[in-house]
């Protein structure tokens, strides 16, 4: 079902090799659907190659080395799941603060199964109301997160799921937010011009 409420967003989904693959493919058909320009942003530089639940998946050209990305030229962002993926992710200290600039901007990020672990280490995650793959269960409650088993939950400019079978909520949430988002981000920029 396309529509236009996200037309003229552009949105970043930062991944490297071993995103889980339906949390990056599916995510993205719904917001190229709602109208937004989604671009791939890693730390690799042509290609990353995706996991299918148990096995290695397809390969997803990069549109953007993250060497090369800029935060500003993004109104949110999108942190894919799988193990592999967020957990070299948190140790890559661009991709780090590629997200931390998000956060300190107010630009909404939506982040599913592991995402969330980008964000604990980017020290975003303090006072939120979270969910996850329950095996992050105790690094988010570590981190300061009040962390909930929930299909989706929306907290501020945040808004969490915890597994491929939650991706419909996941879109439906994601796709409010980044319009809200966008909305106030817009509002914001024409206070201060």
């Given amino acids: 079902m396309a529509n236009n409420t996200l037309q003229g967003k552009k949105v970043a989904i930062l991944v490297t090799d071993g995103f889980e693959q339906v949390e990056l493919l599916e995510p993205r058909k719904a917001l ?3 109208g937004a320009t989604t671009r791939v942003v890693s730390p690799k530089d042509q290609k990353v190659k ?8 397809e390969e997803v050209p990069v549109d953007v080395p993250l060497d090369s990305a800029n935060p500003e030229e993004f109104d949110a962002l999108l942190l894919p799941g799988g193990v592999m993926n967020p957990d070299h992710l948190r140790m890559d200290s ?20 592991h995402g ?18 329950p095996s992050l269960q105790t690094d988010l409650k570590n981190a300061g997160a009040n962390w909930v088993d929930q299909e989706v939950v929306r907290d501020g400019q945040f808004v969490t799921s915890r ?3 939650d991706i419909p909520a996941f879109n439906r ?5 980044f319009q809200q988002g966008a909305a106030q981000e817009s509002e914001r920029l024409r206070k201060t011009a």
């Fill in 32 to 34: 190229d659907g709602a």
């Fill in 50 to 57: 995706g996991w299918n639940m148990k096995e290695w998946g």
């Fill in 94 to 113: 661009d991709a780090v603060e590629f997200v931390k600039q998000f956060v300190e901007d107010g630009k909404p990020i939506a982040a599913i199964c």
């Fill in 116 to 133: 969330p672990w980008t964000l604990i280490e980017a020290g975003a995650v303090r006072g939120r109301k979270m969910t996850s793959w």
């Fill in 163 to 165: 597994k491929p079978d």
């Fill in 173 to 177: 949430v994601m796709i409010e937010l």
